[in-house]
C-alpha cells in the first residue's frame, strides 16, 4: 500500500501539538515542571509523535506499561520546524541518498531522526496515510526542553474515557483532537524526509 506521506496534526498560528507516552512519576513531574524533571532521562533517545491515534496504537491507549500517561505537549512551531530541518530517515531512501555511504554520514552526524509508520484508526488498524514520529537526541533534545515546549498537558484523564467509550462502541471520532495536514513548503525538507 502506498501511504500518503504528510505530518497530520492539531495545530494554530504558534503551536503544533505532539504526544508522548511515560510512566506517572515522569508525566506528574512533567505536567508540574511544564517541561522534563530528573526522572526523564537526557540520555536516551526520545521520541514525539504528532499523530494521537498512531500514539493510542503505541501505548494501547495507555494501558502498556510505562506508557499509562499520555502528555500533549504543544511545541513552538519554529522549534518543530528547526527538528524537520535536521532530521534524517532512519532508513535509507535510494531515491534520496546515493549510496548508503552519504546516508551513514547523515545518520552519525544528526541528533534528530524521522521515521514513517503506517497511521491509525480508533481500533488501532492501519489507514492509507504515514504518521511520522521524530526522535531527538543530545544537544537537540536539551535545546528542546530549554525552549521548545510552549505547555505540557497531561490526557490521561481523556484517554481512559474515550477508551472506555470505544470499547462500549460510543465513542464519537468528532470529540478527538481535529488533525490536519501541517504545512510544509520546504522542497529541501520535503525532498530529505520522502514526502
Given at each position: 500500500m502506498e501511504y500518503i506521506k504528510e505530518v497530520f496534526a492539531q495545530y494554530d498560528r504558534q503551536c503544533i501539538r505532539v504526544y508522548q507516552a511515560y510512566n506517572?512519576?515522569?508525566?506528574?513531574?512533567?505536567?508540574?515542571?511544564?517541561?522534563?524533571?530528573?526522572?526523564?532521562?537526557i540520555n536516551r533517545m526520545t521520541w514525539i509523535k504528532p499523530s494521537f491515534l498512531w500514539m493510542m496504537y503505541r501505548s494501547n491507549w495507555g494501558t502498556k506499561k510505562n506508557q499509562e500517561c499520555i502528555l500533549a505537549l504543544d511545541v513552538h512551531m519554529e522549534k518543530f520546524n528547526e527538528l524537520l530541518r535536521k532530521a534524517v530517515l532512519t532508513s535509507p531512501d535510494s531515491m534520496i541518498y546515493k549510496g548508503s555511504t552519504q546516508w551513514e554520514k547523515a545518520f552519525e552526524e544528526t541528533t534528530v531522526y524521522c521515521q514513517w509508520d503506517p497511521d491509525r484508526n480508533v481500533n488501532g488498524n492501519s489507514i492509507n496515510r504515514a504518521a511520522i514520529q521524530i526522535g531527538l537526541k543530545g544537544i537537540t533534545l536539551k535545546e528542546f526542553l530549554a525552549d521548545g515546549i510552549y505547555r505540557i498537558e497531561d490526557l490521561t484523564p481523556l484517554v481512559k474515557k474515550w477508551n472506555i467509550q470505544r470499547k462500549q462502541g460510543k465513542l464519537n471520532s468528532k470529540n478527538l483532537p481535529v488533525e490536519r495536514i501541517y504545512p510544509i513548503k520546504?522542497?529541501?525538507?520535503?525532498?530529505?524526509?520522502d514526502m
Open positions: 506517572p512519576v515522569i508525566a506528574k513531574e512533567a505536567v508540574a515542571l511544564q517541561t522534563f524533571g530528573e526522572s526523564f532521562n520546504d522542497n529541501e525538507i520535503r525532498k530529505r524526509l
